[in-house]
């Protein structure tokens, strides 16, 4: 499987099931409407006479020699032969968790999956005595993988921030005699931040998650307090100070929304960097289309117009020497994750689960509080392995929109729990998302395409 | 290559051959969390 598209002015050609990346010219572009295995030892009259009208015959009998010649390599129409690995990781352990410290939230942005931070289910605060059933859970769970990951996630984690540091105090505890190592992550708004709170994160938290929405009247359009107050003034000085006194050894990044509101986002990811952030994940936001904030199909054409703004912007940053890293637009073309776990992404039901407040366990955070997709309880022991089964067994080839699309090793086919949620079933791909995600991908590789030009010239 | 310019050395097939060792984070794809592409992501494999 192929794809190709035209961009920035470049002409590029993605081998999908390789993962090679070519940069052609107009004639190979053309030329491949026209030609794929099995070839011929020399370029069909056929082929010839329907190209020399634009092109000379020379030239198109070289090319195909150039094509036929990276078809031999296997870098050019590779074979899709990894539906046998699909079934290699069924019954992972689970190495990673999401903890719902607090399902309460100091903020009311109107867009949150999490209904304001409730899940819909009241609000609550996760006790110490769950959060370290949650890590024996884990540890029990986790085989033999030595690293696990844990998210302390909300609502807002920070109203529950004694109960935090004290389950990072057992699983510290229980390290060394469960010979595994924690790595803890905080996702916060900012609110209640002090600054204890950011020297602790600073010392504890091997990532932490800010969470702003860029220009001060984006932000504070749809993060606002109860009273409808924004909160941009109170999150932005301590996010800072946080990110100051941050070692280089340990991860953060802000990470933002945008909405029908704000289709023009290249202008909060740029006021976020000229903030002084460096790290940036901004993302659209996924809600009912009959939100007046929500993205719909007739957004795409200005979303995608936006991303090559936003790829020209952070090109020009780069030019002038200066880093910054958008998350959507970092992609390794040379080193990233063996196939086989491109196959299956975020893992959810199967590596990764989510823990809400009252010790019932999920696939991931956002099925949290879907009665059908309970997987279990940590206070009854209880465990769905069949659930988990099927999670596993979630992966490209099972997903039939996957299947036949050429960005599958990129995507890893999206999110199951928006499948579910947005398209019925979390087999099926989310379509709004796809258009998306693949416009990203194009930007992306065409981005690290011309860098590692650049490097090689 | 006069008209193709290929610009990585393609390793899917090679990667899937030895690879599937789990140790890599998890990586949740969606709007409300990272949504890291995987394929940013880095092999933790021991050698
Ligand atoms: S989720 Fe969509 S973009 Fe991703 S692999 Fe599946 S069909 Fe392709
Ligand atoms: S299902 Fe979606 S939200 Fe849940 S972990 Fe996977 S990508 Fe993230």
Redo the contacts between chains.
């Keep these: 499987m192929i794809h190709k598209y035209k961009l920035s002015g470049y002409n590029v050609l993605l081998d999908t099931n390789s993962g090679g990346v070519h940069i052609i010219d107009d004639l190979t572009y053309d030329m491949l409407d026209n030609v794929q295995p099995p070839f011929e030892d020399k370029c069909p009259d056929s082929i010839i006479n329907k190209l020399s009208k634009v092109y000379d015959k020379e030239e198109i009998a070289e090319c195909y020699n150039e094509i036929v010649s990276l078809y031999n390599d296997k870098i050019l129409f590779a074979e899709d032969d990894y539906e046998k690995f699909a079934l290699t990781s069924v019954a992972s352990p689970i190495k990673a968790m999401c903890l719902h410290i607090a399902h309460d939230c100091n903020l009311r942005c109107k867009y949150c999956f999490a209904s304001t931070g409730d899940y819909k289910e009241g609000r609550m605060l996760m006790s110490l005595e769950t959060g370290k059933k949650a890590i024996d859970f884990l540890i029990e769970k986790s085989g033999d993988r030595k690293f696990l990951e844990v998210d302390f996630f909300g609502g807002e984690p920070t109203l529950n921030f004694e109960v935090v540091k004290q389950i990072v105090e057992y699983a510290r505890s229980r390290e060394s005699e469960a010979n595994k190592k924690f790595r803890f992550t905080i996702t916060t708004n900012g609110i209640l931040l002090t600054d204890d709170m950011i020297e602790y994160i600073n010392k504890e938290m091997n990532n932490v998650v800010l969470s702003i929405d860029g220009r001060k009247e984006v932000n504070d359009r749809l993060r606002v307090r109860a009273d409808g107050s924004g909160s941009y003034d109170t999150i932005l000085p301590k996010f800072k100070k946080l990110i100051a006194a941050r070692g280089n050894d340990k991860d953060w990044y802000v990470r933002g929304t945008y909405t029908k509101y704000n289709l023009d986002f290249s202008n909060d990811v740029m006021h976020l960097f000229d903030q002084g952030f460096e790290q940036i994940s901004v993302e659209p936001v996924m809600a009912d289309p009959k939100m007046p904030y929500a993205i719909t199909q007739a957004d795409l054409p200005r979303i995608f117009d936006e991303y090559e703004e936003l790829m020209k912007k952070i090109t020009e940053v780069r030019k002038a020497g200066k880093f910054i890293n958008f998350f959507h637009f970092m992609l390794d073309l040379d080193q990233g994750p063996c196939a086989i776990k491109r196959l299956r992404g975020c893992g959810c039901g199967n590596e990764y689960v989510a823990i809400a407040p009252n010790g019932d366990v999920y696939p991931c955070h956002q099925f949290v509080g879907i009665e059908d997709y309970k997987m279990g309880s940590l206070h009854d022991g209880s465990f769905n392995d069949e659930l988990k089964n099927t999670f596993a067994a979630a992966h490209v080839y099972s997903k039939p929109e996957c299947k036949k699309c050429w960005a599958k090793f990129f995507c890893s086919g999206g999110c199951n729990a928006n499948n579910y949620i947005y398209a019925g079933d979390i087999h099926n791909a989310y379509k709004l998302s796809c258009e998306i995600q693949k416009k990203r991908l194009e930007c992306a590789i065409l981005m690290k395409a011309l860098t590692m030009l650049d490097t090689a010239e | 290559?006069?008209?193709?310019?290929?610009?990585?050395?393609?390793?899917?097939?090679k990667?899937?051959a030895?690879?599937?060792?789990?140790?890599?984070?998890?990586?949740?794809?969606?709007?409300?969390?990272?949504?890291?592409?995987?394929?940013?992501?880095?092999?933790?494999?021991e050698a």
């Design positions: 290559m006069k008209h193709i310019k290929t610009i990585n050395k393609a390793n899917l097939k990667s899937a030895k690879g599937g060792c789990g140790k890599c984070q998890a990586s949740c794809q969606s709007a409300c969390k990272t949504s890291c592409t995987v394929a940013n992501q880095k092999c933790e494999r």
